[in-house]
């Protein structure tokens, strides 16, 4: 990894990364390239990820639980590219060189759509068909579950999250971390209109539309805190009309 820091702009830097990260996914077709853009260009999270410093060098194996198209697994992949070549911020903190990616995904649309526009990247992503309730969770370093747990009931939530953290003890990392992100149920607007939107668009995609569940942020956090984390909340749905936010997790040994 080259130590070389460029001065460019953090907007510059970021087009420049949406672009990079976007490319692939012209491989996988006209949907998954307009989704990609779209996605990566809109949501918050993950600018808001990269200027906060949340993903760290440190951060090498990394699972994305309900990944979709692997978004995550190609902006590894573009901001590694982006640090050899010396065009990264100096304010941006560096990520993992070439990080061993693992996505899980229910859907075999989803998992199929990734293949074909980022099974090519190095080191190859580890793109597994699975229910994320009963999925083998490799020991890693980093989780990242964005808008997925309200998929399936609160105790099935818990399940999951207990097996994140035996996961993540088990890489043996003292800087391991969960990124989370939820919608706040105790934001009752902002979290009518995440749920309106989810079904919306789970039935554009032609998924049957289940039911969902949701916390109150301070039941998230207690939850997180009895499992062993040691939790910090950050408002992430900017620009968006949801109540989304992102739970920075770390185990609770590396406090
Ligand atoms: C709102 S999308 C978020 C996708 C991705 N995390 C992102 O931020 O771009 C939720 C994803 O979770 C997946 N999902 C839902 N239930 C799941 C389960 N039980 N196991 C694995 N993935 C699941 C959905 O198929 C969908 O791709």
Redesign the pocket.
């Known amino acids: 990894m080259s130590a070389v820091m460029s001065s460019a702009s953090t907007d510059t830097a970021w087009r420049e990364l949406h672009e990079a990260a976007t490319v692939p996914y012209k491989k996988g077709g006209s949907f998954a390239w307009h989704f990609a853009r779209g996605?990566l260009g809109r949501?918050p999270?993950f600018r808001g990820l990269l200027e906060r410093g949340l993903v760290g060098a440190q951060h090498q194996r990394v699972v994305?639980?309900?990944?979709?198209?692997g978004?995550?697994a190609s902006l590894l992949a573009s901001m590694s590219a982006m640090q050899k070549k010396g065009r990264w911020p100096s304010s941006w903190s560096t990520t993992p060189a070439a990080a061993d990616y693992t996505g899980?995904?229910?859907?075999p649309k989803?998992v199929a759509r990734a293949q074909a526009s980022i099974g090519h990247l190095q080191p190859t992503p580890q793109l597994v068909c699975?229910?994320?309730?009963s999925?083998a969770l490799p020991d890693c370093d980093l989780v990242?579950?964005?808008?997925?747990l309200h998929?399936?009931d609160l105790e099935?939530q818990e399940g999951v999250l207990q097996r994140v953290r035996s996961a993540l003890a088990g890489g043996g990392n003292p800087q391991a971390r969960l990124l989370l992100?939820v919608g706040d149920a105790s934001s009752r607007r902002g979290f009518a209109i995440s749920q309106w939107v989810?079904r919306t668009?789970t039935r554009i995609r032609g998924?049957k539309v289940s039911p969902t569940w949701g916390r109150p942020l301070a039941d998230w956090k207690a939850l997180l805190q009895r499992l062993g984390f040691r939790v910090q909340s950050i408002p992430m749905s900017e620009g968006t009309p949801f109540a989304n936010v992102l739970l920075v997790a770390d185990l609770e040994a590396a406090a």
């Open positions: 996605k949501d999270v994305d639980i309900g990944c979709g198209q978004l995550f899980i995904e229910l859907m989803d699975g229910d994320m309730c999925a990242v579950i964005l808008d997925v998929y399936v099935a992100r989810d668009v998924h």
